[in-house]
């Protein structure tokens, strides 16, 4: 197998569905430098795109979270060899484009929803029969989207009703190619056809109204594939053409944006930080999150910035702020920042005034319906909220005057565990979170690296109210 990641996972409660309980209470300030592990998107695609070449793909900085591991141990199942040689350096061996396997047992990609769509994708123009299936909230999430798209190339799905893991892929003998409008705004739909059309003949097309998170479009011609980016009329055009040989790489994976949200936003509403965050990814496909917390009026600066990788990198620094105004959030800002909604709610909550979150219905479909989860967790919190099936805004109440004194549901999701134990650390009572075990599909160095900075985080759940 090659693989010793599996230990990667533990120090956030060990594994997801282990219940382990985790409280947050403000301490002194947050100061220090917080390095963050790599981006999962990246992550994923790496290991994929890798599989996909014929020689051996080096990555660098690979994310050690859970969601990354199950894919890992995907590509091991669908032929590829991949190892692990430490501290986030990985290789991978490829099969060449359309060289996948068969393989002898279900795949499993736990809490992920960028795993198993990806995959499917991967799979879905090779002749043969793959079996997936995740944690219980996975088998919760809508597979139709990316199944919808694929049965074009002529593959064939069989899942539960809705179109629900566990599910049985068919994929198609002789694909044909594909031009597919992505219907809702998902990298991971686009990501999936684009996969799936490598090993097709000719030439696929996806056509996005939106632009999502362009990974899968930079690696796949980082990799040689032929793929252009065109411009139409507002709709962004991406042309691939089909069964390219792919030249494997070495792959240096930024530190993950997402994931530097929970120490930034952590430094914003807790007085007295100063934190920096140094590596951090700054393509313009996610760092939406970054720009919306300067307008509201964060001390957040971005410190020798440069290019790695053809990406752009900067040192984040963030400080206390007590001026934060509420804003409207702009719409068209969402897919830069769809992952950072529940931690923005929770400065939300420290600023002034009101902030709106328009155009979200996403958030409703991701590892769990995260405007419900933050809404309820942050009214037990002493905050209030409305809510729509689109929409959801935050009162402010200003810096040192939310509540918390409660426990919250994480619903299996790392990024609702995270935003309620940031909000603990600047509460003015102690916020416990039932399950904190999620947070290693994505950060498994999340309570390490908080605590390293001057946060009190521990696993006692009798929190003293
Ligand atoms: C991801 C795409 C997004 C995001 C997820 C990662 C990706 O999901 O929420 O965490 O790596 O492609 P959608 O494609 O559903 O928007």
Redesign the pocket.
Known sequence: MGMHGDEAGDEAGGGTGGGTAMTARAAGPLTGDATVPGD??VS??ALILGAMTVGETRIDGLLEGQDVLDTARAMQALGAEVVAHGDGAWSVHGVGVGGLREPDRVIDCGNS??GV??LMGAVATHDMAVTFTGDASLTGRPMGRVTAPLALFGARAVGRSAGRLPLTLVGAAEPVPVRYTVP????????AVLLAGLNAPGRTVVIETVA??D??ERMLAGFGADLTVADEGGLRVITLRGQPELRPQVIAVPCDP?SAAFPVCAALIVPGSDVRVPGIGLNPTRAGLFETLREMGADLTYENERLEGGEPVADLRARFSPDMRGIDVPPSRA?SM??EYPVLSVVAAFAAGRTTMREVA?LR??ESDRIDAMATGLRACGVTVEDGPDWWAVEGRGPGDVAGGTAVAARLDHRIAMAFLVLGMASARPVTVDDASPIATSFPAFARLMTGLGASLGTDAGARW
């Open positions: 999962k998107s994923h695609r929803g960028t769509r990806l809702v705004p998902s990298a991971q739909v686009k990501s999502t998170r990974h899968t997402s897919a769809i992952d996403e479909v991701k």
